[in-house]
């Protein structure tokens, strides 16, 4: 555990750099404290300030970048795809799609301090059609603001998290286990989260297959998409004789018929 500082000093922004970025990619390893780490390094002289904050901003806009492509590319399947590697239930879709309705771009100032909300922004962005200049400018200002804010908090602590960072040290291996604890927590509990949702969706569900067997057997089914209005413009394809209620106007409807077995979508 001694052999930490002396590390980070000499090989400090590789490892920001690639942290950083496996975070952005939708890893579930968040850069918080290393951030913070890189930030009390600076204030006691052994880091660079600007560096830091530099580094962290190239690695996060290079793995949002790639993500941005990728919603352009791929529509709606990256989505689902971001949620399983990030370990964040599909929830995270829907809030970040309505944070996006209401704020467009400025959105992406925030959603990076909030990790389900980051991994799904940077590919709606995409799959919206916004404009790469537009993505740029909003999506590198709030990279900024969450890499600046984390290494400015480590820079104006960095007595104080310096005494915390060398008592810690003294604590040894019960340091390296705690560490590993909390992250192998956090993981787990997010793995916990995900599995939890999927059992909830797995009630009185349908596949495709399953639907057309019925729609073509001539059974009295009424199908109603409930897709994002951001999902609906990116494909406005919906399965024939289906009603478009989205999700959020589900509860104020009436006129949505009891006495017929109702499919419901999103996706």
Same mark, same amino acid.
């Given at each position: ?20 970025? %496996?975070?952005?990619?939708?890893? @579930?390893?968040?850069? %918080? @404290? ?19 904050? /530099? ?45 996006? %309705? ?20 940077? @590919? ?43 008592? $810690? =040290? /003294? ?9 590993? /604890? ?32 019925? =729609?073509?057997? /001539? ?14 413009? $990116?494909? @406005? ?13 589900? #509860? ?8 017929? #077995? ?6």
């Amino acid at each position: 555990m001694a052999d930490i500082i002396p590390f980070l000093i000499q090989h400090g922004y590789t490892v920001l750099f690639f942290w950083v970025l %496996a975070e952005t990619m939708g890893l @579930p390893i968040p850069s %918080a @404290p290393l951030l913070i780490t890189v930030g009390a390094l600076a204030g006691t002289g052994q880091m660079s300030l600007v560096l830091g904050i /530099g580094t962290a901003l190239c690695a996060a806009l290079l793995g949002d970048i790639f993500w941005y492509i990728m919603g352009r590319l791929y529509g709606g399947k990256v989505l689902s795809l971001i949620c399983r590697i990030s370990l964040e239930p599909d929830s995270c879709v829907r809030r970040t799609e309505n944070i996006f %309705a209401r704020y467009g771009a400025r959105a992406l100032l925030v959603t990076k301090f909030f990790p389900g909300l980051s991994a799904v922004s940077t @590919p709606l962005s995409g799959i919206t059609g916004m404009r790469v200049s537009r993505f740029l400018l909003f999506d590198g200002m709030g990279m900024l603001l969450w890499a600046g804010a984390y290494v400015l908090f480590g820079f104006v602590f960095s007595e104080e998290l310096d005494r915390a960072l060398a008592y $810690a =040290l /003294g604590m040894g291996r019960t340091l390296f286990v705690l560490v590993v /604890g909390v992250l192998s927590f956090y993981i787990l509990r997010k793995y916990v989260m995900r599995r939890r949702f999927l059992r909830q969706l797995s009630v009185a569900r349908i596949t495709p297959e399953e639907l057309k067997q019925k =729609l073509d057997a /001539g059974e009295d089914i009424l199908i109603i998409d409930v897709r994002h209005s951001l999902d609906f413009e $990116a494909d @406005p394809d919906v399965i024939p004789g289906a009603l478009r209620i989205p999700f959020e106007q589900m #509860e104020g409807q009436s006129d949505v018929p009891t006495d017929r #077995e109702i499919v419901v979508y999103c996706t």
